[in-house]
Nanobody
Framework: QVQLVESGGGLVQPGGSLTLSCAVSGTTISVLNIGWTRQAPGNRREIVAAISTGGHINYLESVEGRFTLSRDNAKNSIYLQMNDLKIEDTAVYYC????????WGQGTQVTVSS
């Protein structure tokens, strides 16, 4: 059974930083495309960052230069370092895998507010 467990969300002021973590079990992340999606109230879910099996990383244009996605195959985990957070980054963030089937975790809330 594939499971994705996110952690690291919270409340932060604009300009602050957070690091999200996602621990995966039941499959090996190195053979799947994996990344982070987010959904704010009233908005569609969007892909924030994703890494392919070949290691190529794509970012949502609005987070380029502020967010960094990394993958640790030994720990079967991925991370999202988020710097210079903005109010518009407020959302529930989901660790997501894409393949023959799509999987995602329960989500972690990120709130950016002064």
């Amino acid at each position: 059974q594939v499971q994705l467990v996110e952690s690291g969300g919270g409340l932060v002021q604009p300009g602050g930083s957070l690091t999200l973590s996602c621990a995966v079990s039941g499959t090996t992340i190195s053979v799947l495309n994996i990344g982070w999606t987010r959904q704010a109230p009233g908005n569609r879910r969007e892909i924030v960052a994703a890494i392919s099996t070949g290691g190529h990383i794509n970012y949502l244009e609005s987070v380029e230069g502020r967010f960094t996605l990394s993958r640790d195959n030994a720990k079967n985990s991925i991370y999202l370092q988020m710097n210079d957070l903005k109010i518009e980054d407020t959302a529930v963030y989901y660790c997501t895998m894409w393949g023959a089937a799509d999987y995602w975790g329960q989500g972690t809330q990120v709130t950016v507010s002064s």
